[in-house]
Every structure is written in structure tokens, then in C-alpha cells.
């Protein structure tokens, strides 16, 4: 289901340090219905001794949360300014300075910002060649608008580039190369870091690379010592991030720019909508991942050379993110949407453990589920018209809800398109199939949630036939061939 566009959206990343010259951290996103509030966010970004937080908008509520809080700061622009700042620098001016020059910090109470990124990966190859024309041009006009202001030396301009900007066909990182639709840009782009002493930003995905690759095994991407090594000449490769990330290298050093420094801006494991997606197998993965940087050994072609940071994804499960690449979109987060901890990782904050957030405010404990005393003959079609528009994702093909019995899957339903609306007693009805309970009906690690208390709701009346409309597709085809234990088709 597509984002909804009555939603302004927000992503950040925070940076927890190691205390050995690199930084790990972890991608946030508030593409939510009922986000966490931008004030427990920066408590739960100070209770976990984070140092850095990377912001993929400008929200001025979020910069006035973190104003003071001495973290570092990265801005983002999104793709649809793109276009307008390509082409005006006055734009570009008005841009830092609303959003730069205003909040910045010269060891006052401010916002300490430290990078500028502009676009949200706008080479994804999804998006075709939509943004190509308009990247460097932003990033030219922002920097001149920095500098202008006087701010060049303090703020660097960077460029968050997606996974499939790099390929190699063969699996090999020797023969790693930038897509060839993006050569002239790759240039233009590293050629513009390279000058302003800028890193180049780049997401790396494992789970993703597993996905689509049969030659890479689940061991080779949890960092598993007992994995079998993938040969490339007299090179030995251990994991899939080590392998992802010599590809990358190989393709700058192509172009030339064989030392420019890199952060992987993105790099994570989702917990729930598809097979292997578990809070066990991310954990593993967060370990390894974590103890790998901590070693400090590098990559093949670049030994004792780590990357300079790295950007776990993410910090909160996003019930409005896009499932086009797949149903575990939704739930990257290393913490669920409220804020509570999925598992333990030591990010280097001091402590093994993962601080929660504290005092979350939710809607009253209700729920919305089935009443098995009605005729549920048309419970099918009613559920599906719930997942519409609400996130269902768990029920999917191992899901942490696809084995629960029908219909308790129809309460699922049910229940999330409830808690959507704000527990409103009309969105409990489903033609009179619908009962509100007081008792939590959660089976085993299948949790009907209750939502977070928000000043607003995303979704009101006029918005629901709409957004049925755009979305019911989408629904439909995520539910095509669904395993249903007991009666109906759903």
C-alpha cells in the first residue's frame, strides 16, 4: 500500500557510538498513523546514549524536540523538492535558511547539524529516471546556499544513494560496477563529495540480497563463522555485508574515486511479513553486524577501514510504509511502534540492553474482534476491507500471524482497522460482524495491539472510501494463495 499521502512523513536515524572510531546507529521512521511523539523520541534517543540522529525531513516540531539536546543532526530533503531546488538557488537559500540557519547551534541551545542530505534515495530503480536530472543540482545549490551563509565549513552536503545503485552480475565484488544508467551522474555525484570532503551515503541490504540471490545462504548473511566463503580471486569473503561493500567499493574506484569515504546510511533486519523475518534472526544479525564493526578488521579491499558510520534500519516498525518491495517493509524496527525494545543488542550505549520508552500514552485497552454468534459467511470480504486500509502485514506468509486459526485472522483484521480510527465504535461494526472486548485477544507471538494516543488522526471519514480505492488492490494481491487454517478463504 502506498504512503498515505494525507500524512506528512518523517525518517531519521540515530547513531549510537562505539568508542572505536566508527559509529553504529539506527534508522527511524514516523511513516505511522499514530507516530510516537517527537518529545519520547528524543527522551528514548538520550536514554540510549545516542550521540547522532539523521533526520530525512525538517520537521520544525522535531528540530524544536531535539533543540538543546547536544545530538548531532543530519537534515533531509525529500525527492519532491528536488526538482525546485535544481533549479533555483533562491529556493535553495530560502531552504537552509528556514531549516539550517534558523535552528543551528554555534555551542548554544540550538540544533547541532552536521550533514545535509539531499533526496531519500533518489536512484532507486523503482523510481526510474524521474530524479535523475535534478540531484546535483539541489546538492550544488544547497551547498552554495550554505556557504553563503557561512556555514560550509560546519555542514556537509551528502546524497543517500539505494542499494541497487551498485550491481555486479556475477555476485563478485571485483566486478562490481555503478548501474550504467547512472555513470554520468556517479560521476558528477563523487566528483562533487570528493570536493567538498563529503562521504559518500549508501544503503546496504543483507536480508534483501538474500532474498533475491540463491547463491548467498542465510549463515553467509548472519556473519556466521561456519558459513561457506565466497572466492573472488585471492580474496576470501566471510559475510554478505563484506561482499556488498567491496562491490561498492570496486564501483567508485572505477570512476576513480578508489579512497572516498563511505557510511552505510541504511543496514538492517525486518522482524515480521515474510519468511526469516524474526526479532531471533535480527537479533543474530544486529550481533554479528555489530561485533564486525566493533573488530575494526575492515573489508577485504579495505582492511582496518570500516565504514566511517553505519545506519541500522530502523528504530520504530512504520505501519504506513510502502509494501511494494514486500510485507516486512513495515517492520524494520528494532523497537515495535510504541517504543518497546524486540530485543537486546549492544549498540556500545554502555548497556546490553535496550532502554524503552517510558510513559507511552495509548487509547483505552479495547479491541475489536469477530462475534462468532453471527452468520460470517461475508467475514471474508469485510476483513479484506479492513486491511485496506489498515496494516495486516503480520497475517501474511510468515507473518507472526499467519498460523493463527480463522477466524481468528478475521478479528485480526478487524481489530487493526479498529485501532486505525481511534477505537471509534463505528469502525467496530462490519456490517454488525464486529464485537468491542475488553479482553486481549493475542494468540502466542500474534499481538492484536492496541494504538498510541495522538493528538490527531490520520485517517477521518472522507479519506476512507479513497483510500480504499488506491489501496484494496494492493491488499488483495498480498492475500492471493493465503494459508487459512479452519473456514473461508481469508
Not at 570500516?306 to 517493509?329: A, C, K, Y
Not at 469477530?370 to 461475508?378: C, G, P, W
Not at 478487524?414 to 471509534?424: A, L, V
Request: proline residues 5%; charged residues 15%; aromatic residues 12%.
Amino acid at each position: 500500500m502506498p504512503p498515505n499521502p494525507l500524512l506528512p512523513f518523517l525518517f531519521l536515524s540515530i547513531v549510537c557510538p562505539l568508542g572505536l572510531g566508527s559509529t553504529a546507529g539506527v534508522n527511524w521512521g514516523t511513516m505511522s498513523s499514530h507516530p510516537l511523539p517527537a518529545s519520547k523520541v528524543v527522551e528514548l534517543l538520550k536514554s540510549n546514549d545516542v550521540s547522532k540522529v539523521k533526520l530525512f525531513d525538517a520537521d520544525p516540531s522535531v528540530l524544536q524536540a531535539l533543540s538543546g539536546s547536544n545530538i548531532a543532526v543530519t537534515l533531509g530533503i525529500p525527492n519532491s523538492m528536488l526538482p525546485t531546488l535544481n533549479s533555483s538557488r533562491k529556493a535553495a537559500e530560502s531552504w537552509v535558511h528556514d531549516n539550517v540557519t534558523r535552528y543551528f547551534s554555534h555551542g548554544g541551545a540550538g540544533v547541532r547539524i552536521e550533514y545535509v542530505a539531499v533526496g531519500d534515495e533518489p536512484f532507486l530503480l523503482s523510481y526510474g529516471e524521474q530524479f535523475h536530472p535534478f540531484v546535483i543540482g539541489a546538492a550544488m545549490n544547497i551547498q552554495t546556499a550554505l556557504t553563503k551563509a557561512n556555514l560550509a565549513s560546519e555542514v556537509k552536503v551528502v546524497v543517500p544513494c539505494s542499494f541497487d545503485t551498485f550491481v555486479s552480475e556475477s555476485g563478485l565484488p571485483s566486478e562490481g560496477h555503478f548501474r550504467t544508467d547512472l555513470n554520468k551522474t556517479m560521476i558528477e555525484l563523487l566528483t562533487f563529495l570528493s570536493k567538498h570532503h563529503s562521504p559518500f551515503f549508501v544503503t546496504i541490504s543483507p536480508f534483501i540480497s538474500f532474498q533475491q540471490n540463491k547463491n548467498i545462504s542465510l549463515d553467509f548473511t548472519l556473519f556466521n563463522d561456519n558459513a561457506r566463503h565466497h572466492k573472488d580471486g585471492h580474496r576470501s569473503y566471510k559475510n554478505s555485508f563484506d561482499l556488498s561493500y567491496d562491490t561498492l567499493v570496486t564501483a567508485s574506484s572505477k570512476l576513480g574515486f578508489p579512497e572516498i569515504d563511505i557510511v552505510v546510511a541504511r543496514i538492517g533486519w525486518p522482524t515480521d511479513g515474510a519468511a526469516n523475518a524474526t526479532s531471533s534472526i535480527a537479533k543474530t544479525f544486529m550481533k554479528g553486524l555489530i561485533d564486525h564493526l566493533h573488530s575494526k578488521t575492515g573489508t577485504p579491499l579495505r582492511p582496518q577501514n570500516p565504514p566511517i558510520e553505519t545506519f541500522i534500519f530502523s528504530l520504530l516498525d512504520e505501519d504506513q510504509r510502502s509494501i511494494t518491495s514486500g510485507n516486512f517493509e513495515r517492520h524494520w524496527g528494532m523497537f515495535t511502534f510504541d517504543g518497546q525494545a524486540k530485543y537486546h543488542v549492544n549498540l556500545g550505549q554502555g548497556s546490553k540492553s535496550l532502554v524503552n520508552a517510558q510513559f507511552v500514552e495509548y487509547l483505552p485497552s479495547k479491541w475489536c474482534v469477530v462475534n462468532n454468534n453471527k452468520d460470517l459467511s461475508n467475514a471474508t470480504a469485510k476483513a479484506l476491507e479492513a486491511c485496506s486500509v489498515s496494516d495486516c502485514t503480520a497475517l501474511s506468509s510468515g507473518g507472526s500471524c499467519f498460523n493463527i486459526s480463522w477466524p481468528g485472522n478475521i478479528s485480526y483484521a478487524f481489530n487493526s482497522y479498529y485501532q486505525q480510527h481511534n477505537q471509534r465504535a463505528d469502525s467496530c461494526d462490519f456490517g454488525g460482524l464486529g464485537l468491542i472486548t475488553t479482553v486481549d485477544p493475542s494468540v502466542d507471538n500474534c499481538r492484536f495491539f492496541v494504538e498510541l494516543q495522538t493528538s490527531y488522526s490520520t485517517f477521518d471519514h472522507e479519506a476512507d472510501l479513497f483510500l480504499w480505492i488506491i489501496s484494496l488492490m494492493a491488499y488483495f494481491q498480498m492475500f492471493i494463495g493465503f494459508h487459512v487454517v479452519g473456514k473461508g478463504d481469508f
